[in-house]
């Protein structure tokens, strides 16, 4: 308890007093292990070189997000890196909510359209709630099936005996959702106007973008200033995982992960909460296609800037702790009840089928990374992870958009395990072949990937860490998360998965939500090998040749530009 209370100590003083307390404070950390000890110097040399580097640059293009005031940082719920209990990685849930399932109710897919039947599939068969989040919806044919199926599904709720209390709720983002005359706004307004009662369409406007900013920078521009990122789709208990967004190409030929958790009733009211928490602070479309903010809510661009963060915090973290609450009681009430032969408890009830006879083996812990609102969490246990893996230990790590913040390249050059990076060749890079600036993103990629690999060989680490390019004739790649092998096994332990993509959109300007995945289950582990291999088999080593490629040349003025705004995509 000692060491628990340490860390907290450490964590709360240290968010309020900068770099400088961090190494103060390191001493008051336990030493049975030195993993968090490390971590938080790491973080402290950030701070600091990141002052460093800040004071030299001038151009105007990185000014844009500092033009209103910077929100306070929240702390961090302490933690301790140490294999305890079931697990080693249970040190997450003194962060976030743990939900131990059974691994039976998990299963993994594999392509676009398994995806896309499955949720068609389920809003059909949904009798409570459909909760939608993601960054924006289609306008095709495709798309318009998925919410015809919607209108189906609150039709029938309607036609049964009693009133209704089957509810949608869909989470956009108000910039992308908005663009062009048909947008996800008109696709979704004939829900809104049939069933005002039972539809909520709520539209995330960044903070980041207001006042002048907002005025100068046009549509498609105004996205890099900060998004609504998340992609969740619930359906009564069922929650489908992802990185997809809801357009016709991630149903078909955009490859993606996803991952179903099925019977999960704590984990769907946990992702609705959460879901319902960023609507409250986000605007709401009306039937007329205006939109207006929750009564007596601050407004996200005309309102104060760090009132609007701080009431936005205090909102996504009632969700987070009054999550980790429940689950405290619920662990403390069944370890209560197993101590006294409790003959009701399921796991002893020898005539129980299915699940009910056997201990959960997995472990889900939902990671929200919002640092517009001073919430961290993703960016702290993915940072951890990478800390803390151990020689020998192998980490598979797949981005469709490779733009590794530096404290994650860092990490990645000066730990023990071993890596393989997944990343899109720039034919199927989603930006490949647009028209006008944008069709110069993949080369910058390209520029980017070419300056981490010279930075590998140059520390002689091409044994440790490896690139892979993925390439598929017709598809575009989307795929982001982690997989972590234990040393001496052939099987992860361990999986991210969700909206996040490594880089410093990902953690500095976006609304991100991920899940980490632990099981002792060698059937689900294997499915996450599969899906792995699956991946990977679809991709080429990265070499010195790559770069001498006609399709990897990249023009002088991309590569004078993309240090000054490759944080912006």
């Not at 860390?7 to 030493?31: Q, T």
């Not at 389920?122 to 998925?146: C, D, F, H, M, P």
């Not at 979704?188 to 049939?194: A, E, M, S, T």
């Amino acid at each position: 308890m000692a060491a628990a209370g340490s860390g907290s100590s450490v964590v709360s003083m240290a968010a309020a007093g900068g770099p400088a307390l961090w190494r103060r404070l390191l001493g008051l950390l336990p030493h049975g292990r030195l993993g968090l000890a490390a971590l938080l110097g790491r973080l402290s040399d950030r701070l600091s070189l990141g002052r460093d580097r800040r004071s030299r640059r001038s151009s105007w293009l990185l000014l844009a997000p500092l033009l209103t005031p910077v929100v306070p940082q929240v702390t961090a719920p302490s933690f301790c890196v140490c294999p305890e209990g079931a697990h080693r990685f249970q040190w997450i849930r003194n962060l976030v909510p743990e939900f131990a399932v059974s691994s039976s109710r998990i299963r993994v897919l594999s392509s676009p359209t398994e995806f896309y039947e499955l949720m068609k599939e389920q809003i059909k068969a949904a009798k409570q709630r459909v909760v939608v989040a993601s960054l924006y919806l289609g306008t095709g044919l495709l798309e318009q099936e998925l919410v015809d199926c919607i209108e189906e599904t609150l039709e029938k709720s309607l036609q049964a005996s009693g009133p209704s209390d089957f509810r949608v709720s869909i989470l956009l983002d108000f910039t992308r959702g908005s663009r062009g005359r048909k947008n996800s706004r008109t696709m979704l307004l004939p829900l809104l106007r049939r069933f005002p009662e039972q539809v909520r369409v709520s539209l995330f406007h960044t903070p980041n973008l207001r006042g002048l900013l907002k005025c100068l920078i046009p549509e498609r521009f105004n996205e890099t200033i900060g998004l609504q990122h998340i992609k969740v789709y619930l359906f009564d208990d069922n929650v489908i995982l992802s990185g997809a967004n809801l357009s016709d190409s991630y149903f078909t030929n955009r490859q993606d992960r996803y991952v179903f958790l099925q019977d999960s009733h704590e984990i769907a009211d946990f992702f609705t909460e959460l879901v319902d928490a960023i609507g409250d602070v986000s605007l709401h479309l009306q039937p007329d296609d205006t939109v207006q903010m929750m009564e007596g809510m601050v407004h996200p661009y005309q309102g104060d800037k760090t009132t609007y963060c701080e009431v936005a915090n205090r909102r996504v973290m009632e969700v987070i702790n009054a999550a980790r609450t429940r689950q405290e009681l619920h662990t403390q009430t069944f370890h209560g009840r197993r101590s006294e032969g409790d003959p009701l408890l399921p796991q002893q009830n020898p005539d129980a089928g299915g699940d009910q006879k056997t201990e959960p083996d997995t472990w889900i812990y939902p990671l929200i990374q919002m640092k517009p609102f001073g919430i961290q969490i993703d960016e702290i246990v993915t940072e951890t992870l990478l800390t803390e893996a151990e020689r020998g230990a192998r980490i598979h790590l797949t981005t469709g958009y490779f733009n590794l913040t530096q404290a994650y390249m860092d990490l990645i050059l000066s730990t023990r395990a071993e890596y393989q990076i997944l990343l899109a060749s720039p034919e199927v890079n989603g930006f490949f072949g647009a028209k006008g600036v944008a069709g110069a993103i993949p080369a910058a990629y390209v520029y980017i990937e070419h300056q981490f690999y010279s930075e590998v060989c140059c520390l002689g680490q091409q044994d440790r860490v490896q690139l892979r390019e993925y390439y598929r004739n017709g598809w575009t790649f989307h795929a982001k998360g982690l997989w972590l092998y234990l040393a001496g096994s052939s099987l992860p332990c361990l999986t991210l998965i969700g909206s996040p993509n490594f880089g410093y959109r990902s953690v500095h300007r976006d609304l991100e939500a991920q899940v980490a995945i632990v099981t002792e289950n060698r059937d689900l582990q294997q499915q996450l090998h599969q899906e792995q291999e699956q991946l990977y088999l679809k991709s080429g080593v990265v070499s010195l040749s790559t770069f001498e490629q006609p399709t990897r040349y990249v023009k002088l003025w991309v590569k004078l530009v993309t240090p000054l705004i490759k944080n912006f995509f």
